[in-house]
């Protein structure tokens, strides 16, 4: 997301969010009965919430029959998470994801398997990436 503001998501923008992403574009009232939690929200809090997420880049609209509008996602799963995880990272480890990984490792709540298989990911992320994108990564640094 390079040049563009980092979004602050919520926990209530984030469960709308995998609605969307599970379903696709919805009404208000769609979304409404696919919402996680006790109790149904009122219409206007749920159409307020996406307003705002609207605002914040999150969600668009497209109107639908009638005159209700459908709301899509305008970010995937993948940069949500890495938004919510940069700042988890920032805020409670000063940005550091070797405090970070230390941390599950010294709670043990990071298996020496789930470790390997971390590491696994990381060498083939490594591989996978193009001669020009390491050439540039190692001019920048």
């Known amino acids: 997301m390079a040049g563009r503001k980092e979004i602050a998501i919520t926990d209530r923008q984030f469960a709308v969010l995998e609605v969307l992403w599970e379903r696709g574009p919805l009404s208000v009232r769609q979304l409404m009965k696919h919402l996680p939690g006790k109790g149904r929200q009122p219409y206007t809090t749920v159409l307020g919430m996406l307003q ?3 605002r914040a880049g999150l969600v668009t609209h497209d109107e639908a029959a009638g005159n209700a509008y459908e709301y899509r996602p305008l970010i995937d799963k ?4 890495g938004t919510l995880l940069d700042d988890f990272v920032r805020r409670f480890f000063r940005g550091s994801i070797e405090a970070l990984l230390a941390g599950l490792v010294d709670s043990e709540a990071l298996s ?3 470790l390997k298989d971390i590491e696994r990911r990381f060498a083939q992320a490594e591989q ?3 001669p ?5 990564r190692k001019k920048n640094e």
């Open 52 to 54: 705002n997420m609207e």
């Open 78 to 81: 993948k940069q949500a998470t």
């Open 112 to 114: 020496p398997a789930e």
């Open 128 to 130: 996978s990436k193009t």
């Open 132 to 136: 020009t994108a390491s050439k540039r």
